[in-house]
């Protein structure tokens, strides 16, 4: 069983940053694929990025060249660095854990709001 945690969601202008924070406690973190999904109201869970176990890295092209994963192994987190945001990415952002051999988890989310 995998409990993850988000923090460092809200309120941000456009063109702003911010940086989540995902922290996960229970199995091997080290092993598993970790990635960031966002809903927007009235829309369905997007994926944002993920992380494989390897540093290998995978991000939507709504997002690309502005959001960037990371992940410290050592203190079993995994970071969204959002920059440049628009109106378009206020949304809930949830932290995902994928585990060998086919396992999933989710955070409880944390609200991110790019407005003026």
């Known amino acids: 069983q995998v409990q993850l945690v988000e923090s460092g969601g809200g309120l941000v202008q456009p063109g702003g940053s911010l940086r989540l924070s995902c922290t996960a406690s229970?199995?091997?973190?080290?092993?598993?694929?970790m990635g960031w999904y966002r809903q927007a109201p009235g829309k369905g869970r997007e994926l944002v990025a993920t992380?494989?176990?390897?540093?290998?890295?995978n991000a939507a092209n709504s997002v690309k060249g502005r959001f960037g994963i990371s992940r410290d192994n050592a203190k079993k987190m995994v970071y969204l660095q959002m920059n440049n945001l628009k109106p378009e990415d206020t949304a809930v952002y949830y932290c995902?854990?994928?585990?060998?051999?086919?396992?999933?988890?989710w955070g409880q989310g944390t609200q991110v709001t790019v407005s003026s």
């Open positions: 992380i494989s176990s390897g540093g290998g890295t």
């Open positions: 229970g199995g091997i973190f080290s092993a598993n694929t």
């Open positions: 995902n854990a994928k585990t060998p051999p086919g396992g999933e988890f």
